[in-house]
T-cell receptor, first 116, second 114 residues
Framework: DADVTQTPRNRITKTGKRIMLECSQT?????MYWYRQDPGLGLRLIYY???????NKGEISDGYSVSRQAQAKFSLSLESAIPNQTALYFC???????????????FGPGTRLTVL | AQKVTQAQTEISVVEKEDVTLDCVYE???????LFWYKQPPSGELVFLIR??????QNEISGRYSWNFQKSTSSFNFTITASQVVDSAVYFC???????????FGKGITLSVRP
């Protein structure tokens, strides 16, 4: 089984609809992240969470919200989807480096979201 | 602010050729970390390597090698004797200090033709 799973893998929705993307992990990591990937733009950070009680905005949080339901679950919501939120969304996890320094992020398979 | 530039957008080579993917970074921190990820056509992101700013030793892993040069703020990735399975988008990324937030470059699409 995959260590980081995302559901759904593909979703088509209409403008104005509320949608939730879910991420679960079995790696036992404390830190979780949501990114979006747009063609030619690389990945950009939307939100991140270092533990269940910690939520932080990333580079492009407007129009999104998140919920950290448990250590293993981190959901991304689009309250009212708009077409320019059409993108590939990735969840990632990491663990605080015990040897010091930063940690390595491991990514889920991605969710392809289309907003019509 | 941190920044990663991957000036090459698309590279096409014939199988068995060597190919180098360039990555130039900007940061004001003295402690930082550099990463390469691979995104094959199936879409997932695969971690390849991480280097910290204190370790300028080059790294070799099979056909892959990485050249980290602080003097030019570069962390280049070379694939020797490329194979069709190397066809993918390759991302370079940077994080500063211990904040673990990654800044990605825009990616390089590598196509290896048989």
């Amino acid at each position: 089984d995959a260590d980081v799973t995302q559901t759904p893998r593909n979703r088509i929705t209409k403008t104005g609809k509320r949608i939730m993307l879910e991420c679960s992990q079995t790696k036992g990591h404390d830190r979780m992240y949501w990114y979006r990937q747009d063609p030619g733009l690389g990945l950009r950070l939307i939100y991140y969470s270092f533990d269940v009680k910690d939520i932080n905005k990333g580079e492009i949080s407007d129009g999104y919200s998140v919920s950290r339901q448990a250590q293993a679950k981190f959901s991304l919501s689009l309250e009212s989807a708009i077409p320019n939120q059409t993108a590939l969304y990735f969840c990632a996890t990491s663990d605080l480096a015990t040897s010091g320094g930063t940690d390595t992020q491991y990514f889920g398979p991605g969710t392809r979201l289309t907003v019509l | 602010a941190q920044k990663v530039t991957q000036a090459q957008t698309e590279i096409s080579v014939v199988e068995k050729e060597d190919v180098t993917l360039d990555c130039v970074y900007e940061t004001r921190d003295t402690t930082y970390y550099l990463f390469w990820y691979k995104q094959p056509p199936s879409g997932e992101l695969v971690f390849l390597i991480r280097r910290n700013s204190f370790d300028e030793q080059n790294e070799i892993s099979g056909r892959y090698s990485w050249n980290f040069q602080k003097s030019t703020s570069s962390f280049n990735f070379t694939i020797t004797a490329s194979q069709v399975v190397d066809s993918a988008v390759y991302f370079c990324a940077l994080s500063e200090g211990a904040n673990s937030k990654l800044t990605f470059g825009k990616g390089i699409t590598l196509s290896v033709r048989p």
